[in-house]
């Protein structure tokens, strides 16, 4: 015995954006153990996965889960279906990048994967003001995922409840930017865009680019990302 | 035109079970066209796949999808890891065949498909009477589930709103087996056992195989299932 407590157990959703690598510091910051879970969607923007990868190194997770799921079965979404991403700028509405009900299925495979880890705590880099306007981005939906968890499993009907964590609910893009600073983190590892340009550039045009653009720039901070268009 | 309106569509979740041969047969019975959705969770009743694929067939689904979703990296179920499936009898609490979080998965995955098909119905063949004790059979839990769907998705969030059926949640296994009677149904092809035994007979130990007996026993109805035990 060396007196020092293991760190409890934290399931961290990484995307590879720069959002969930915010959303992983923030959990460690918080004195967690980060078990980063991506999931293999099989979406156009594979390079993701790579930046999944890198992030989790730097964050030293205690454990980096790939979870391999085809939705392209589904369709439905310019994000696994041959639709083309739109690039003329964020719009009103929720956009043809929607993927159904991702980020239900995304918290309930957060969900399984800490139960059986024995954590309690999820951490999701959703964020409800400079986003896309996917309705599973909102706080309403994270309350009541949480409520569901503690419903659906051994743990929580045992009273031993579960936390949804969604630390960027109500930030700017500009300031995850400085959140990113902040922490320290090398913001040009992750990876944000929906439709890499060849050379795995950002295209710089499709939402994502356009909203971590727009995120450096207002927050005054160099922008490392390297874009096709701009 | 030949003035006949097409079927709506139902997502049903159909493991290849008994309950949700008759859940997927009473959505029939209700006048939806099915879409049937099986996980393919790397469980270790692997015979339940093709059960899934012949009760599809039978049924006439309008489309049958396997999901293919590895749990095992999660670990923590004998349903999925290398635990023994328990063979003496059906105790009181969640037993370890509990696979964490596993129906809010699958009703997520559920959901993400029923909204790419442009469907609002979903059937889950889950049971609160004779059952396991897992706690995402519950009524709350279904309840719950439907309250998020409506919370996270495009077409919940503009008013067009998804409704999860639980038609057997309310019966006994002897109902379920007399609604299989009722519904003209070949009980045989189904597969409810945890451990198969060689020869793809049930074990007629595990707690599925115990449930399932019972039921026919209660019913009164010659229970077509082959045990290796009995």
Chains 1, 2 share one sequence.
Not at 57 to 67: F, P
Not at 136 to 158: H, I, M, S, Y
């Amino acid at each position: 015995m060396n007196g020092r407590a293991q760190a409890p157990i934290a399931v961290v959703l990484l995307s590879g954006g720069l959002d969930s690598m915010v959303c992983a510091a923030l959990a460690r910051e918080q004195g967690f153990g980060v078990l980063t879970l991506t999931i293999d969607y099989n979406q156009r923007h594979r390079v993701e996965l790579e930046a999944a990868r890198r992030i989790a190194e730097e964050l030293q997770a205690v454990r980096h889960l790939i979870l391999p799921l085809d939705l392209t079965g589904f369709g439905g979404s310019a994000l696994t279906a041959a639709i083309d991403v739109p690039k003329g700028g964020v719009e009103e509405g929720i956009p043809v990048t929607y993927v159904p009900a991702r980020n239900t299925i995304f918290l309930s495979l957060a969900l399984g994967c800490a139960e059986a880890a024995g954590a309690r705590d999820m951490f999701i880099g959703v964020n409800a003001l400079d986003y896309s306007g996917y309705p599973d981005c909102r706080p309403a939906f994270v309350e009541q995922f949480e409520r569901l968890a503690n419903l659906a499993t051994k743990a929580g009907v045992e009273g031993d409840a579960f936390r949804i964590h969604a630390p960027l609910l109500h930030m700017t893009k500009a300031q995850i930017a400085r959140e990113a600073e902040r922490l320290g983190l090398d913001a040009g590892i992750s990876w944000s865009c929906y439709d890499p340009a060849p050379g795995a550039l950002h295209c710089g045009l499709c939402d994502a680019c356009r909203l971590r653009s727009k995120g450096f720039e207002e927050a005054g901070l160099s922008d490392p990302t390297r874009y096709a268009s701009r």
